[in-house]
C-alpha cells in the first residue's frame, strides 16, 4: 500500500531514548517516517538531534517526507467545536497530507452557538467525508450528523474540568449519539481519524 | 410553606406493604400526599386497596389531594427529546399541577432533527423556566441553552442500551455543556425537576 | 433522502403500548417504517395485533415495507467473532436490506481460531466495507484492521460474563486498537453500523 | 444580551499561546472580554504581557472591562463548606460582578458544625438564589435545601483525596440530594453556578 | 468467645437447596444458628421445611437460638435517613440482639428535616455507640457526627435511582466524611455494623 | 471537648499562603492547632516562616501544641502490611498522642508471611483498638479481624501501582471483608482513623 | 490435541434454540462435546430433549463424552473460600475431569478461620497447582500463595452484595496480591482456570 | 527456597530515603537483594551512594547479586506486543535472571502485523511458558494462546492515551480472551509474571 510513509512511530509513550533509537534506524535505511505524539519538551529535544527533519510543534509531529504521495479522489472536512481542541485538528490534518487526502478546516462552530455550523452549510456540504472533533460534552457529531448525510467520523478531545476531564464524557456522548451512523475513535486519536477517513475515500474509488 | 401536598412518599425503594402503611396513616390523618416512583404491578395492587385515590400510570403516581394549590406566577416548559422519556416528562407535569405551577409540554423535539426546535420557539420563549428531559448523548439541553436565555433544568433519562443504559452518559454531557449556566438533577428525577422550577418561580415573585 | 423506510422507532425504551401508539399513527399516514430493539415477549404481542406486519424475531424487528428501496453500489461483509452476536448481526443484515444495500455474512470466524478468517479471506476482500462484531476481548475488528484496507466498523456486543459483561471490555479494545483506522459504534448498536455502511458507501458513489 | 463582556475565554484547556492570540484579538478590536480558570504560572506571563488587564489570581481571572454591566434586581449568595473551596467561590463572585449581579459570601459554614449554617440564618434568607460550594461529602446543600426555600445551585468542589479527590463523591451527593429541588453543575465550575443564577434572577424580572 | 449463636449462614448468595443442607447440619449439631440476607421467596419455602426456627421477614432473617446470649454493658443506637433503610435497621437489630446487645431504633430522621435530630438530641446522646443508616447522598452520619462525640458506625443503604441506585453515593459521602472519625461498613451491611457495635462495646468493658 | 489541639487545618487542598492566613490568626489567637497532609515543599516553606513551630516531616504534620492533653484509658495498636505505608502510620500515631491516646506500632507485617501477625499476638491483643494500614489487596484487617475480637478500624493506603494505585482496591476489599465487623476509613486517612480510635476509648470510659 | 472433547460450546450467552441447533450437529456428526454456563431453567428445556446426553445441573453443564481422555499426569486442588463459590467449583472440577486431570477440593477454608487452611496443608502441598476461588474480599489467593511454592490461578467469585457484588473487589484483590507469583482469570471463569492448569501440567510433562 | 535474591524491595511507592535505609540494613546484614520500580531519578541518586551495586536503568533495578541462582530446567519466552512495553519487558527478563530461568525475548511483534508471530513460531514454540506483554487492546495473548498449547502469562502494560492509558483496556482484554487457559497478573508487573513463570517452571521439574 503506496502512503506518505513507509512508517509511523507512536512518540507519546515512549522516551526521547527509545524514539531517537528507532529514528536513526529509519534514517540509516532511508525509509520515510511520521512520529506523533510528540510534546514540547521532546520536540526541543529532537530538533536539535535532527536538524534535518521537520517539526510540527502545534501537531506534535515529527516526520521525514521525501516522496509525494498519490492524490486520493475526494475531500475530508475538519470541524472542531472549540479553539481548545486544535492540536488534535492539526495532527489530523498532517497526517492527511502525508496520506495525499485534501481537507479543509473548520474551527471554533461548536454547538451553543448553532448558527455557525449553518453559515459553513455549504462548504462542508462539498466535503466526502467529515471529521467532527469535540471535547466538554461532545454533542457537535450529532448535530452535524443530523444536517449532513456523509460518513461521519467522531474524535472526543480530552480537554475540559471536573467531569469532561479525559474526554469521557464526550466519547460516551458521541457513541451513543442519536443520529444515526456516526462512527467514533478513541479520545485524541487524531491518526485514527485521518486513517478511517483514509480508508473510507479509498474504498470509494475502488471499481463496485 | 403551602404546597399542592402535604406529604411526598417515595414510592420506587419502598415495598407495597411499606407504602401503604404510610398510605393508612395519611388517611387517617386526612393529609393530602402524592406518592411517586411506582411501577404498573405496584399501582395495581394499591389502586385495588384504594379505589378512593387518583392513580396516573403512565407518570407513576397515586395522589389523594382534596384542596387546590395557589397559583404560582409565570410558565414552566417541559421539553423532551424523545418519546421514550415521556414517564419522566408525566412525573414532572403531575408535580408542577399539584405545585399550582402552569406548564405546556413539548415532546420529541430532540437534536437529531434540530429544526423542531425551532419550530416551537416562539412557544418555549414564553416559558419562565425550561425543563429539559433527555436520554441517549443528552444534548438537547445544550441546545436549548444556546438558543433561550432563561434558567435550563436538565434531567437526563435512562432509556438508551450500550453506554447510553443507565443514563450515565446523558448526566456526563449536561454537566459538561459548553451553554452557560445549564443546571442538572439527577437522572430520572422529573420530582427534582419540578421541585427546582417551583423555587425558581417563587424567587421571581418575592420583593427585591 | 430515499431509504427503504420513512420512519424507524426504537423500541427497547418504549412500552408496548408506546411502540402501538405510534405504529397506529404510521400504518394510518401508509408510512413504510422499522421498529428495531423488540424481544420475544414484545413479538409476540405485536404480533397478534398487527398480523398484516413482517416480524424478524431473530433480528428482533417488525416492518411494514411496501416499496424496494434504490439500490445502493458495492457491498458490506458482516464478520462475527462467535455464534452469540448472531442477534446483532441479524438485526444490521435487516437495516442494510431496508438501506438497499447488498451484504454477505461471516459467522463465527473469531481471533482464538485465527485460520477461519485466512479461509475466507478472498470473499471478504470483495466487499467495500466491513462491519465487525464481536464480544469478550473484542479483539477480531484489529485482526481484520491489520489484514485488510476498507473501512471497518466495530461492533462490541455485550455477551458475556464477569468483565466482558455489558460489552465494556469489547468496547474499550476496540476503541484502542492499534490497526489504525477502525472506527466504532455503542455497543450492540447493529443499527447504527448499518447506517455508517449507508453513509460510506453512498459517499463513493457521489461525484468527486 | 447586554453583558458585562462582550465574550469569555476558558484559559484552563489552552496554552499561553493560545490565549495570547485570542486575548490580541479581542483587544484590537476593542471588546471586553474575561478569561477564567488560569493557574499562577499563565497569570505570571500574561501580567507581563497585557500590564493594562486586571488579574485576579485568587480567581484564575484575567479581564479586560470598559463599561458597567446593567444592574440585574435580586441578589445571590455564595456559601462554601469550607476555606479550601476558596477559588471556585472567587471566581463565581467574580463572574457575578461581570454580570450585574449583587452576591454576598458565607465562607468556611460547612456541615460539621451546623450551627454556623443557623447562625447566617437571616443573611442568607435575604438572598434570591444560592450558591453553594462543597467538596468532600458535598452535603452542605442538601441541608442549606432543606432549611430555605430558594433555588439552590450546588457546585461540587475538588478538593480531598482518596474518594474525595476529583469532586466525584461530591457530585454524586448533591445529585442524590433528598432535599428536593436543588440542581447541580460541574465539578468546580463557578462560571456555570454564576451563569445559572444570573438566568434565575433575570427570569425574576420579566413580565410574567 | 460466647455469643447468641454458634453459627452464621449468609443466605443472600446462596441457593435454598444449600442453604437447607447447611441448615440441616447445624439442627442435627444441635447448633444456634441465625440465618440472613433472606428474600420472602426463600422465607416461603424455608418455612415450610423448618416449621420449627424463628423468621423474621422484615429483617431476612432465619434463627434458631437456644439460649440466651450474656449480656453487654452499654447500648447502641441505631438511625435512620428515611423508612426506606428499614430493613438493614430491622437486620442490624436482630443481630445485636443475638449478640446481647440493648439498642433502640430512631427511624426517618434524616438530613432534609434537620430539626427531628435534635428532637432525639437527649436519647441519642444516652448510646455507646451510634449505627448510622442512610442511601441517596448518605449525609446523615456527618450530620450526627458533628453532634455527637461516640462512635459512629455508619451504613450506606442502597435504596435509590439514578446515581444513588446500589448506594455507592452514599458510600462514598460517608467515606469523605468531614465529621472526624466516621467509620464505614459495606452497603446494606447491617450484619457487619452490629458485629463493630459488639466489638467496641466489648472493648469497653475489658481492663485498660 | 478537651482534645489535645483547639483547630486542625487541613493543609493538601490548601495553597501555602491560605495555610499562612488561617495559622497567623491562631498564632494570634494563641489557639493550640496542628496542621495534616503537608508535603515536602510546603514543609519547607512554613519551616521557614514558623521556625517556632514542630515539624513532623515524616507524618506531613506541622503543629503548635503548648498544653498536655488529658489522658485517655487504653491503648490503640497501629498495625501496617509495609514499609510503604510508613507515612499514614506516622499521621495517626502523631494525632492519637495529640488526643492523648497511647499507642504501639507494628510495621510491615502484612499477608505474605503471615507468620509475622502470629509473632507479635501477643502485644497486639493488649491493645483496646487496632489501627490496620494496608495497601495492594489489603487483606491485612481481614486476617487481623478473624485472630482477635477488638474493634478494627481499617485504612486503605493508596501505595500501588496498575489496580492498586490509588488505593481502591484495597478500599473494596476492606469493606468487601468476611471477618465480622471491621469498619473502614477514607483511603489515608490517618487523621480519621486515630479520631475514630479515640471516639471509641472515650466511649469505653463513660459510665455503662 | 486430544482432549476430552472435540467442542466446547459456552451456553450462558445462547438462547436455548442456539444451544439446540449447534447440539444438533454435534449430535449428528458424533463429536463429544462439553456445555458449559446453563442455568436451571436451560438445563430442564435440554434434559427433555435430550435425555440420552448427561447433565450436572450444580456445575451448569451437559456434556456427551464417549471416550476417556489421556490421563494428564500430576494433580490439580480446588480450594475454596466459602460454600457460596461451590457452581465454579464443580465447574473447574467437571472440565478438569474432561481434561484428563486428577483434581481434589478443599471446601469452604476462607481467610476468616485461617487455621483451616493449616489443617490441609499437607494435602494442599502434595498438588501440582492450585485453583483458589474466592467471592468477597479475595484473599485466599494471597494467603495460599505465601504458604506454598506452586502456581496459584486465582478465581474470583461473583457472591456479594454492596461493593463485592459481580466480583470486582475479589478481583482487584487477586490482581494487586502481595504474594509474588498469583495468577488471574475472568470472574466465575472456573473453564479458564481448569484450561490453565491443564496447559501448565502439560507443560511439566514436556521434554525441556 | 533457593532463589538468586535474599530479599525483595518494591521501590516504586518508596522515597528514596526509605529505599536507602532497607538497602543500608541488608547490605549490613550481607543479604543479596534486588530493587525493582525505580525511576530514572531514583536510579542517579542511588547509583552516587551506593556504586558497589548494579543498576539496569531500563528496567527500573538496583542489585546486589552475589550468588548465582541454581538453574531451573525449562525456559521462558517473553513476548511483547510493540517497543512502548519495553521496560515491562527488561524487568520481567531481570527477574528470570535472578530465579535462574532462561529466557528468550520476542520484541514488538503484535497483532497489527499478525504475520510477525507465525514468523518465530517454531522458536516459541520451544518455550515451556510464555509471558505476553501488551498495551493498548491487549489482544497479542488471545492470539498467542489460540496458537501455542503452553501456559500464557499475560501482563496488561500501562502505555498508551485516551481509553487505553493506565492499561485497564489491556486488562479486561486479557481477562475476557476467549482463548482458554490465560492467565492474567496486574498492570506493569513484570516481577509478577517471572515469578508465576518460576512457580511453572518448578511445578514442573518436582515428582508427581
Ligand atoms: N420521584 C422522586 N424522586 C426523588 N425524590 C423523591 C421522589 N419522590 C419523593 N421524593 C423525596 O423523597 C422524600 C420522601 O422519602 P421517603 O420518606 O423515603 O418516602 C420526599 O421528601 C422527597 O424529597
Ligand atoms: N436499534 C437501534 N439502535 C440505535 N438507534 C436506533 C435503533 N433503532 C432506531 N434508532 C434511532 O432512534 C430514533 C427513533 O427514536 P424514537 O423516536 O425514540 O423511536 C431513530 O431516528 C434512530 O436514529
Ligand atoms: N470557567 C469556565 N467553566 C466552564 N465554562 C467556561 C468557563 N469559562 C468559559 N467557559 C465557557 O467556554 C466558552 C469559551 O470556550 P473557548 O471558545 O474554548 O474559549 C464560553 O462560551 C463559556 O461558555
Ligand atoms: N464457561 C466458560 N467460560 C469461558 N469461556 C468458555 C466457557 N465455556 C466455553 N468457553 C469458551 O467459549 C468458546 C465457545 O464459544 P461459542 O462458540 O460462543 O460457544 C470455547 O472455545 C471456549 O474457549
Ligand atoms: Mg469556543
Ligand atoms: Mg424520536
Ligand atoms: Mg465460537
Ligand atoms: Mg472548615
Ligand atoms: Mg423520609
Ligand atoms: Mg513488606
Ligand atoms: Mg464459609
Ligand atoms: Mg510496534
Known amino acids: 500500500q503506496r502512503l506518505g510513509f513507509d512508517e509511523i512511530i507512536f ?23 511520521i512520529c506523533t505524539g510528540l510534546d514540547d519538551r521532546k520536540i526541543d529535544i529532537l530538533k536539535k538531534r535532527y ?5 510540527i510543534p502545534k501537531a506534535g509531529i515529527m516526520k521525514n517526507i521525501s516522496s509525494v504521495p498519490p492524490k486520493i479522489k475526494g475531500k475530508a472536512a475538519i470541524i472542531t467545536a472549540g479553539t481548545s481542541d486544535a ?4 495532527e489530523t490534518g498532517e497526517i492527511l497530507n502525508c496520506l495525499g487526502v485534501n481537507c479543509e478546516k473548520f474551527i471554533d462552530i461548536g454547538v451553543a452557538g448553532i448558527h455557525r455550523i449553518f453559515h459553513f452549510k455549504k462548504e462542508i ?7 467532527v472533533i469535540a471535547g466538554m460534552e461532545g454533542a457537535l457529531p450529532t448535530v452535524i450528523g443530523g444536517i449532513f448525510a456523509q460518513p461521519v467520523v467522531a474524535v472526543p478531545a480530552s480537554v475540559g474540568y471536573g467531569v469532561s476531564a479525559g474526554g469521557y464524557s464526550a466519547l460516551l456522548s458521541m457513541l451513543s449519539s442519536c443520529a444515526g451512523g456516526i462512527t467514533v475513535v478513541n479520545i485524541d486519536n487524531g491518526f485514527g481519524a485521518a486513517m478511517a477517513a483514509f480508508r473510507i475515500l479509498k474504498s470509494g474509488q475502488v471499481e463496485k
Do not use: R, W
Not at 456540504?125 to 471529521?131: F, G, P, Q, R, Y
Open 125 to 131: 456540504a462539498e466535503s466526502n467525508v467529515l471529521i
Open 11 to 33: 512518540g507519546m509513550s515512549k522516551t526521547v531514548d527509545q524514539i531517537a533509537k528507532i529514528t536513526d534506524k529509519y534514517k540509516q535505511e532511508k525509509l520515510d517516517f
Open 87 to 90: 492540536k488534535v485538528a492539526h
Open 51 to 55: 536538524p534535518e527533519f521537520e517539526f
